[in-house]
DNA sequence: GCCAACGTTGGC
DNA sequence: GCCAACGTTGGC
């Protein structure tokens, strides 16, 4: 089992969202490191950290798992879409995606401030300056110590 | 293969 | 809205 952290704008789709339609494609993921992550690490029944990122209190605000292993992100294949990669096809699809399910929304909103105040938690890459990984591992330890902060 | 220009992310 | 950080693109 392993755990990850995915950030979202909760303007676009946030964690009420995925509560609300319990499983979601994870799609319009266009990094090839945060792919290569779904693509090949990521296993059904893996746990995550939904992140609200670009918001009043950017944060974890919940709990989400892997629903559905790794396969085509067809978004990247309809010029209309905001997602569209014309070096995308369906023979050979460049982008993949996830379909996560919704476990549980915390009671608050565990806030990047919080975080970064936490020794334990300074080798995340999320609380490191200029990160802009929208999908990243979480090590056991450090995915039980921030539960613990709740 | 280098690097400048440009676009995007995301905190503040 | 600003801007730092970083990824991608494209000329050479």
New binding site residues.
Partial sequence: MQYWLM???PDVFGIDDLKKVKTEPWD?V????ARNMMRDQMKKGDKIFF?????DV??IVGVMKVAKEAYPDHTALNPEGKYY?S?SSEDNPRWFMVDVAFVKKFKRTI???EL?EQKALVDMP?V???????IMPVGESEWEYILNML
């Fill in positions: 950030k979202s704008e319009g266009r990094n090839y490191q992140y609200h990122s670009n918001c950017p944060g990669d070096k806030s990047l401030a970064k999320l490191r300056k200029g990160n802009r990984l929208s």
